[in-house]
């Protein structure tokens, strides 16, 4: 498989690519290509949180739970939790995603298992759709594609080095197809992978508005106006004498 350095390098020069992309093509602003290129880079990691051993791995941790509290912020502004609330909010984030994450993970995953694979490539741009705070959809797409992006580079990476050549013949190694897979050898991993983008995508659609939500009424298409006024109390006309009673 490949290792630490060549992932973090093609997913930089993916991110390099993406951020000329954002900017030339898509007419995003330089911080919003910024901010995606960063993210691009640094999801190259990101299917390695199920290992358990490695400097890479502990930093690749520190990142994440760095970057989550920052998305975290974006929303409680916007909801308006400010102050020392807000950077509660913050801390705690911080520390479950970076010590009690950590161990969760340690419990329940196993090295090239389904957080190597096309349903957590998923799953992890979703989860980014979600928690990037934008009013503009494009530019939530654009941070959810750059994830998407590091992510696949990764997969890929990694079966290309399951491939294998003696100058004479080409072989694969125990490792060759367990990046780049839609379901995994563990039927209770699968399930619960494929429930969660199943959610997921239910909610990326919904927040999209691509899915109406059912808690709101649509407006009726026709307003009936009528002058029938059965039940209104008697009145009188301003400008009419005062023994003048009209119903």
């Known amino acids: ?8 390098t093609v997913s930089g020069a993916l991110g390099l690519a993406y951020w000329f992309a954002s900017v030339s093509l898509m007419s995003f602003s330089l911080t919003q290509a910024t901010i995606a290129s960063i993210l691009t880079w640094l ?23 760095a970057v989550a509290p920052l998305l975290l912020l ?16 913050a801390l705690l984030l911080y520390g479950s995603v970076r010590y009690g994450g950590a161990a969760v993970l340690a419990k329940v995953t196993v090295h090239r298992g389904m957080f190597h ?5 998923l799953i992890a ?4 759709f979600l928690g990037y705070h934008s009013p503009e959809t494009r530019v939530r797409l654009l941070m959810a ?12 990476l990694d079966e290309m080095y399951s491939v294998q050549w003696d100058g004479t013949r080409i072989r694969l190694n125990k490792f060759a197809g367990s990046a780049i897979k839609f379901y995994g050898k563990n039927s209770l991993a699968n399930g619960l992978t494929l429930g969660l ?15 109406p939500d059912p808690t709101v009424q649509p407006a009726p298409d026709v307003l009936e106006i009528s002058g029938d006024l059965d039940d209104a ?6 400008d009419e004498p005062k023994d003048t009673i009209l119903r």
């Open 1 to 8: 498989m490949a290792a630490y350095r060549e992932h973090i």
């Open 43 to 65: 999801s190259g990691m990101l299917p390695d949180l199920d290992s358990q051993s490695g400097k890479p791995v502990r930093e690749l941790f520190g990142l994440t739970a």
């Open 74 to 89: 974006q929303h409680t502004n916007s909801l308006g939790i400010s102050g020392d609330r807000a950077m509660l909010f």
């Open 117 to 121: 694979s096309i349903p957590a490539l």
């Open 125 to 128: 741009a979703e989860l980014t």
């Open 145 to 156: 594609g750059g994830v998407a992006l590091g992510f696949l580079s990764h997969l890929v």
């Open 197 to 211: 983008l199943m959610f997921f995508t239910y909610a990326s659609l919904s927040s999209a508005g691509l899915i």
């Open 233 to 238: 109390p008697f009145y009188r006309m301003a």
